[in-house]
């Protein structure tokens, strides 16, 4: 049972354009979400995250959106840069447990 | 380096044999986590350690498979009698504190190929 969503496994983003990269989750006991990015060969970095008690952080060119009643979240980079191509994982957490849950992953493409 | 860090990085091994992965979490930080990523999957959960206690290991697939924690550092987790769906990246990740995704630092992975 995958619990964390990610339904587009890769996107292709001209440079300086936006990219949105989207997660879906079913379990309404998350309290916490978290963006982590992944490079070929090396462990993934935490990128944003977000509280279950807000509906939206940025940090400089990244922006999470949460939409709880769709149990939807969504990463928007602008203006995205080459820099930007590599894997970005979802993943939840039910605070008090230590377990993140991760989505299956969205490779994104920066076209210069 | 000061990242946590994996050895073997790269290991291909037989059906049925046993292999250990080591992990050298961030010196200070309390927290270890082993996850899996197995081809097109996402990043799966296998066991958390706090200090050299292991208060969650839901994750682990089956009896074949264990960790252990000396001295509050260093972990192993070792797989018996392998199989071929064992393939997969092993990632370990340490954490400073508890119940704070965002300051979980990972390792580069064990690639782990059963053939």
């Known amino acids: 049972d995958q619990q964390v969503k990610q339904n587009s496994p890769s996107l292709s983003v001209q440079e300086g354009r936006i990219s949105i990269l989207n997660c879906d989750y079913t379990?309404?006991?998350?309290?916490?979400f978290l963006w982590y990015k992944k490079y070929p060969a090396e462990g993934p970095t935490f990128l944003i995250s977000i509280s279950s008690i807000k509906d939206k952080n940025e940090d400089g060119r990244f922006t999470v959106f949460l939409n709880k009643s769709a149990k939807h979240l969504s990463l928007h980079i602008v203006p995205s840069q080459p820099g930007d191509s590599a894997v970005y994982f979802c993943?939840?957490?039910?605070?008090?447990?230590?377990?993140?849950?991760f989505g299956t992953g969205t490779r994104l493409t920066i076209i210069p | 380096g000061a990242g946590v860090s994996q050895s073997p990085s790269n290991k291909v091994t037989e059906k049925g044999k046993d292999v250990e992965l080591r992990c050298d979490p961030i010196s200070g930080h309390t927290a270890l986590y082993w996850y899996r990523q197995s081809l097109g999957q996402g990043l799966e959960f296998l066991i958390y350690?706090?200090?050299?206690?292991?208060?969650?290991k839901s994750g682990l697939p089956s009896d074949r498979f264990s960790a252990e924690r000396t001295g509050g550092s260093v972990s192993t987790l070792t797989i018996q009698r392998t199989q071929q769906e064992d393939s997969a990246v092993y990632l370990c990740?340490?954490?400073?504190?508890?119940?704070?995704?965002?300051?979980?630092?990972f390792g580069e992975g064990s690639w782990l190929t059963v053939v």
């Open positions: 379990n309404s006991m998350f309290d916490y």
């Open positions: 993943a939840a957490l039910i605070f008090g447990n230590e377990k993140l849950t």
């Open positions: 350690f706090q200090g050299n206690s292991a208060p969650d």
């Open positions: 990740a340490s954490s400073p504190q508890t119940g704070a995704g965002n300051t979980i630092y």
